[in-house]
């Protein structure tokens, strides 16, 4: 009887200790995650605004410190972040940062950026100085902008983080103008694969009487993200 006695309150006690650390992973998780969602959000918010106010994602960030330590009471959950504020290359182009936030529009290859490092203390269970980096990234590349027999067609592709392939927008998510700011109805949206560059959206607008000599296209992904890219019509 001893002995099953003990082996129950061995085996409670490393059953509470389990439950008890799963608890913690899954706060360390979900402030990753919320973390994430901030930088996504003011990145959203910077651009909507045309790149306007860098100070967006500081404002953000030190609400969200704020509210960490009312949502997680006990754990002793202290956030504390640092921006990228000057020139770095990644995703194949150099991105300037300012308070962690940067966009290079109207190229052919057009970009939105943001990129925060977070260090995490949670004092209940001695963690100090636990460190994750969030980077959000939305690129435009145009490829091509042609007119002829009164149609415009132009091939880009869209890439997020890493430099991967957004292949679920619509035509909803695509605006297109012309060098005098006008706006050019799309008539169709098609998608196909190159070998080299993976998914390729193009777009149709039919009717375009005109020569539109550039081809200005806003691409605005699933997160809000918005970015302007621009191209000389041949």
């Given at each position: 009887?001893?002995?099953?006695?003990?082996?129950?309150?061995?085996?409670?006690?490393?059953?509470?200790?389990?439950?008890?650390?799963?608890?913690?992973?899954?706060?360390?998780?979900?402030?990753?995650?919320?973390?994430?969602?901030?930088?996504?959000?003011?990145?959203?918010?910077?651009?909507?605004?045309?790149?306007?106010?860098?100070?967006?994602?500081?404002?953000?960030?030190?609400?969200?410190?704020?509210?960490?330590?009312?949502?997680?009471?006990?754990?002793?959950?202290?956030?504390?972040?640092?921006?990228?504020?000057?020139?770095?290359y990644a995703y194949g182009v150099n991105?300037?940062?300012?308070?962690?936030?940067?966009?290079?529009?109207?190229?052919?290859?057009?970009?939105?950026?943001?990129?925060?490092?977070?260090?995490?203390?949670?004092?209940?269970?001695?963690?100090?100085?636990?460190?994750?980096m969030v980077s959000t990234f939305l690129?435009?590349?145009?490829?091509?902008?042609?007119?002829?027999?009164?149609?415009?067609?132009?091939?880009?592709?869209?890439?997020?983080?890493?430099?991967?392939?957004?292949?679920?927008?619509?035509?909803?998510?695509?605006?297109?103008?012309?060098?005098?700011?006008?706006?050019?109805?799309?008539?169709?949206?098609?998608?196909?694969?190159?070998?080299?560059?993976?998914?390729?959206?193009?777009?149709?607008?039919?009717?375009?009487?005109?020569?539109?000599?550039?081809?200005?296209?806003?691409?605005?992904?699933?997160?809000?993200?918005?970015?302007?890219?621009?191209?000389?019509?041949?």
């Amino acid at each position: 009887m001893i002995i099953s006695i003990g082996t129950i309150m061995y085996s409670t006690v490393t059953y509470f200790k389990h439950e008890r650390w799963q608890e913690y992973l899954m706060v360390i998780d979900n402030i990753e995650l919320g973390s994430r969602r901030v930088v996504e959000l003011s990145l959203a918010n910077y651009t909507m605004l045309n790149g306007t106010n860098n100070q967006i994602l500081v404002n953000n960030l030190n609400n969200w410190r704020t509210n960490l330590t009312q949502a997680y009471p006990g754990f002793g959950a202290a956030l504390t972040h640092s921006f990228a504020n000057s020139s770095y290359y990644a995703y194949g182009v150099n991105i300037n940062y300012s308070y962690g936030l940067a966009s290079l529009w109207n190229n052919e290859t057009s970009f939105s950026a943001a990129n925060v490092t977070f260090a995490l203390d949670m004092s209940s269970v001695g963690l100090v100085g636990y460190k994750f980096m969030v980077s959000t990234f939305l690129e435009v590349r145009i490829f091509s902008a042609n007119w002829s027999s009164n149609e415009l067609v132009s091939d880009l592709a869209v890439y997020e983080e890493g430099l991967t392939p957004i292949t679920n927008l619509d035509e909803s998510d695509f605006s297109i103008k012309d060098a005098n700011n006008s706006t050019i109805p799309i008539s169709s949206l098609s998608r196909r694969y190159d070998t080299s560059y993976g998914p390729i959206y193009r777009i149709y607008c039919t009717n375009v009487t005109t020569d539109p000599i550039s081809a200005q296209v806003t691409v605005t992904d699933a997160r809000n993200i918005k970015v302007i890219a621009n191209s000389t019509v041949t």
